[in-house]
């Protein structure tokens, strides 16, 4: 299985700051790389998908970026609604996997 | 709008089984492969099986293979996922998805359904 991990863990940063959360597949995934938001009690939310494509509705502060096995999420201006966790997700092969959440906390 | 709605979830013994409903509404079904992820309280995403749209493919993650059957009824608009030998570490909110024909995400979600394993 390919495993997916993402930096950091956790994070506190402002409204209005610029934010980054990495993530890194054990193996290329070529352009299989989407991005979920989820916050308490919800179900996810698609953010991003082949890497850097937001899908419909989606803000466009969020952006996505990098190729193989090193992804970045940028925020390029937080706002109050985006606390929340995050989560990537490589679908390049079956079992389809998540990094294990970056929590985005105000600070 | 595409609405999920997942039922079936509740409280088993271990080793018991369950057999949890995705009820979907506003797409056209068969146009979409569909999917069940869970979350166990507290901690990440995990992705469980997926199936075809007509049903003639289905994927599972290694740690339900033999004892969870994913299916789907197109005339239904339904999908399920039949549970069995559940164990504690199956306890977790489960989510159904759509994944669009030639798509590779899961982009609308039901609200999900908790199934807690437990004596």
């Known amino acids: 299985d390919i495993q997916m991990t993402q930096s950091p863990s956790s994070l506190s940063a402002s409204v209005g700051d610029r934010v980054t959360i990495s993530c890194r597949a054990s193996q290329s995934i070529r352009t299989f790389l989407n991005w979920y938001q989820q916050k308490p009690g919800k179900a996810p939310k698609l953010l991003i998908y082949g890497i850097s494509t937001l899908q419909s509705g989606v803000p466009s502060r969020f952006s996505g970026s990098g190729s193989g096995t090193d992804f970045t999420l940028t925020i390029s201006s937080l706002q109050p609604d985006d606390f929340a966790t995050y989560y990537c997700?490589?679908?390049?092969?079956?079992?389809?996997?998540f990094g294990q959440g970056t929590k985005l906390e105000m600070k | 709008e595409v609405q999920l709605v997942e039922s079936g979830g509740g409280l088993v013994q271990p080793g018991g089984s369950l057999r949890l409903s995705c009820a979907a509404s506003?797409?056209?079904?068969?146009?979409?492969?569909m999917s069940w992820v869970r979350q166990a309280p507290g901690k990440g995403l995990e992705w469980v099986a997926n199936i075809k749209q007509d049903g003639s493919e289905k994927y599972y993650v290694d740690s339900v293979k033999g004892r969870f059957t994913i299916s789907r009824d197109n005339a239904k608009n339904s999908l399920y996922l039949e549970m069995s030998s559940l164990r504690a570490e199956d306890t977790a909110v489960y989510y159904c998805?759509?994944?669009?024909?030639?798509?590779?995400?899961?982009?609308?979600w039901g609200p999900g359904t908790l199934v807690t394993v437990s004596s």
């Open positions: 998805a759509t994944n669009p024909i030639y798509r590779d995400y899961e982009d609308h």
């Open positions: 997700q490589q679908t390049s092969s079956t079992p389809r996997t």
């Open positions: 506003g797409l056209t079904f068969t146009n979409y492969w």
